[in-house]
């Protein structure tokens, strides 16, 4: 196992319930790299999943079973672990959107980069990938 690590938001893990290619991307490099997600990632994810999948048309219960297969790669966080850097990830990011401290905390906690397609990231002292290009940060 690499040193290499990524925490990913929560719009990353429904990318990956929705579409092949975040997956593949996660499931291919598991074993050179470490994925993280905050709990409430987790949560976010269970609590817009349903919608999602009813509008496509998809069996929900099949699509959170592969949620629950992500959780064995992408390690969800504790808010115990991250709690600590709360002000400090707030300070970075709550003119953009507060709600998503969660995300910066843990990267700033473990000191590694966010994977996310969400930009109110970029600018938070943090390196920020999104899908289209993220195996350059898995492969290098």
Do not use: H
């Not at 690499?2 to 429904?14: G, R």
């Not at 990318?15 to 290619?21: F, M, P, Q, S």
């Not at 473990?110 to 940060?137: K, M, Q």
Request: glycine fraction near 6%; charge should be negative; proline fraction near 4%.
């Amino acid at each position: 196992m690499s040193n290499k690590a990524i925490v990913l938001d929560a719009n990353i893990l429904i990318r990956a319930v929705l579409g092949k290619r975040v997956r593949e991307l996660i499931f291919s490099n598991a074993g050179a790299v470490q994925f993280f997600a905050p709990d409430v990632a987790y949560a976010d994810a269970r609590k817009y999943l349903p919608a999602l999948l009813e509008k496509r048309g998809v069996n929900s219960q099949a699509a959170l079973t592969v949620l629950d297969a992500l959780e064995s790669i992408v390690q969800p966080l504790e808010l115990g672990v991250y709690s600590g850097l709360q002000a400090a990830a707030l300070q970075r990011i709550a003119m953009r959107d507060a709600d998503d401290w969660p995300v910066l905390a843990c990267a700033m906690t473990i000191a590694c980069p966010v994977w996310t397609e969400d930009a109110d990231f970029f600018g938070t002292g943090i390196a920020t990938w999104t899908t289209d290009r993220v195996e350059l940060y898995l492969a290098g």
